[in-house]
């Protein structure tokens, strides 16, 4: 099963959903999809009846050019839809969940590249500027909430397979890890930020590693300004030497 929350615009999601059609599958997989279209109804046209169900609030989520406002109740929502994600997977039989965020594009060879680590638990990496301005960081850390040994963020910059302290956003996840009690929820005794921290340190606590796979890295869509020179440079074929 592949899915996500999604709170996106309309261009940035078709583009979503193409890298998601043209991922090579590995030999006899087959793949169902599954969205929580947040207060985003205009792009149920985009999918099929069965592949989507709309979700409603009143929470304002405000984004720009220099960054995403997150307050806690985004949090809540974003962490109970991923957590009823889980769920659906137990319940529909499902060997694997695969979360990808829906401003990420991916690799072709994405899904054939987290399967052939053959871990419980791997990502795929990609890098963003969360700040206008900043150098970019991957979705993955070392420690804590977002910290990194000294050689950490060159070395992820080669093709490789990573043990890692914490990850998420494009991540493969075998049903054991989620059988075992690994969710997204919050810990009553952690402080810090994210539904990915709290799954990070759940996976963690149940014995299972986190990896990050390096060798296809994702397109982050992070701002319109990102998504309008993706389009201008070629889009999803030039992206990716198509």
Request: aromatic fraction near 14%; proline fraction near 5%.
């Amino acid at each position: 099963l592949i899915g996500a929350p999604v709170r996106q615009s309309e261009g940035v999601f078709r583009e979503y959903l193409k890298s998601l059609d043209n991922l090579e599958k590995p030999d006899n997989v087959t793949i169902d999809r599954f969205f929580y279209l947040h207060n985003s109804p205009e792009l149920a046209k985009l999918l099929k009846p069965d592949e989507y169900l709309l979700v409603t609030s009143d929470e304002d989520y405000k984004r720009d050019e220099n960054t995403h406002e997150w307050k806690s109740v985004n949090l809540k929502i974003v962490t109970y839809l991923k957590n009823d994600l889980l769920k659906q997977t137990i319940e529909g039989d499902y060997d694997y969940f695969m979360l990808v965020d829906s401003d990420l594009i991916l690799h072709p060879k994405t899904l054939v590249a987290l399967f052939e680590t053959d871990k419980p638990i791997t990502a795929e990496v990609f890098w963003t500027k969360w700040q206008a301005g900043e150098r970019p960081t991957p979705n993955a850390w070392d420690l804590d909430h977002f910290t990194f040994y000294q050689d950490s963020i060159d070395k992820w910059k080669n093709p490789g397979i990573y043990k890692v302290g914490g990850t998420g956003a494009c991540i493969l996840i075998h049903r054991s890890v989620i059988e075992s009690g690994v969710n997204y929820s919050p810990l009553y005794n952690v402080s810090f930020w994210g539904e990915d921290r709290s799954f990070s340190i759940r996976a963690t606590a149940h014995d299972y590693e986190l990896w990050l796979d390096t060798h296809y890295p994702a397109v982050h869509l992070y701002r319109e300004s990102e998504y309008q020179k993706y389009v201008e440079n070629g889009g999803y074929e030039a992206a990716f030497s198509i």
